[in-house]
């Protein structure tokens, strides 16, 4: 398989290009725990990767966080790898509390965006809610026993800089290729702590070798 390194995505990530070689070589990885900062804030602690499809932005013309038009890049997948956990912060607006929790795009509020019930951001200071430069990932979230799951909206990744200074077009999207929610579950104290793991949705060739050998599972983080 070739790797061709590119200009990071978001954040301090590293993302690397896959062409050719074997068809599910690369998937992506997010099972992390979670420090609990105050109130409904947490601070991301493990490495996490994203297998996004480069071949379609979708750009957001007004600031409303939902796409307006899509700009065909060709580019393929790629995996991004996030080396920087720590200067993620997942929130989100606690129920009967009136807070409003809108997206976030490169230090402004996307006034016009939709409420959501959580976001996951890039801070400029680590563990720090009050410095959230750009939100990646935000949506609705569902009560399960023992914690949430998180949906993610119209499963699109938003790049904490977007298509770069240069565009007319900042706000622009990618696609997530295998899944578009998490789960959320709630910490009991040591040894038991506050995770998000991404509910990865395998491509149907691994679902039938899987399936040979009766065994189906999510991949977990050794």
Known sequence: MT???VA???????????FGGAAFADVSDFNTTL????????????TFSILYDLDTAYIDADLDNAPDFTQDLDLGQF???YIDPEFYVLDFALPG??????PMFMGN????AASVDWRLSYATTPGDASSIFSTILSGSATSIGGGLIL?????????VSGLGPD?????AAFKIIDFDSFTFTYGGGPGNPFTLEANLIPAPGVLALLGLGGLAARRRRN
């Open 109 to 112: 509020e996307l006034t016009g």
């Open 35 to 46: 420090t609990a900062l105050s109130g409904s804030e947490f601070q991301l602690v493990d």
């Open 8 to 18: 990071c995505l978001t954040g301090a990530c590293l993302a690397t290009a896959s």
């Open 167 to 171: 565009s007319d077009f900042a706000h």
């Open 97 to 102: 509390s009136g807070t409003d929790l809108k």
């Open 3 to 5: 790797r061709l390194p």
């Open 151 to 159: 949906d993610i909206t119209d499963g699109l990744e938003w790049p």
């Open 79 to 81: 995996l991004g790898e």
